[in-house]
């Protein structure tokens, strides 16, 4: 019998680019949340991995609460739903990077893609799937211990190249 397979995504530097590239920019208000562009290539591949995936995705992201309601705000302006078809009541948030972890484990979680090391440290006994996307250097420093038990990827084809094989 097949193991269902289930992908969960965080969304800030994965689906959201908020990368500050503006160094002018020091405060992130609602017109500056709501101009972050899509990561590169994301709706498709999510469009893909979603039906790979047989609707099994789900989002996973750790923000305040203001933030929260900027990103649902921002997947809700570029249609995100309708492109990838996830689902609106896919979509988690926790307010502590650790506790991704717990909310993959209840979801059934075998995949999942993130930005930081510290966050797929947490997981790296319980999914057994992770995928390092677009990191930040310094971060890949102080976190390097879990770098043999991750894949790293430096955008959305390549993250469904390793997956859809």
């Known amino acids: 019998m097949e193991t269902k397979q289930v992908l969960g995504v965080d969304i800030g530097n994965v689906i959201i680019n908020n990368r500050l590239n503006d160094p002018e920019v020091t405060k992130v208000d609602e017109t500056v949340y709501a101009s972050f562009p899509p990561t590169g290539g994301v709706f498709d591949a999510l ?14 992201s750790k ?12 997947l809700q302006a570029h249609d995100f739903y ?5 689902k609106q009541e896919n979509i988690y948030f926790v307010r502590q990077r650790n ?7 209840k979801l059934g979680i075998t995949h999942f893609v ?3 090391l510290e966050v797929l440290g947490y997981m790296i006994e ?37 997956i859809i094989k």
Do not use: H, M
């Open 47 to 60: 469009k893909a991995l979603n039906d790979y995936f047989q609707g099994e995705v789900y989002l996973i």
């Open 63 to 74: 923000c305040t609460e203001w933030a929260q309601e900027q990103i649902l705000l921002w």
């Open 82 to 86: 309708t492109k990838t078809g996830i």
């Open 99 to 105: 506790e991704k972890d717990g909310v993959c484990q």
């Open 114 to 116: 993130d930005d930081r």
């Open 126 to 162: 319980s999914t057994p799937n992770l995928f390092l996307f677009q990191p930040d250097p310094k971060e890949i420093e102080e976190f390097k211990q879990f770098l043999p038990k991750v894949t790293r990827v430096e955008s959305w084809s390549e993250v469904v190249g390793k």
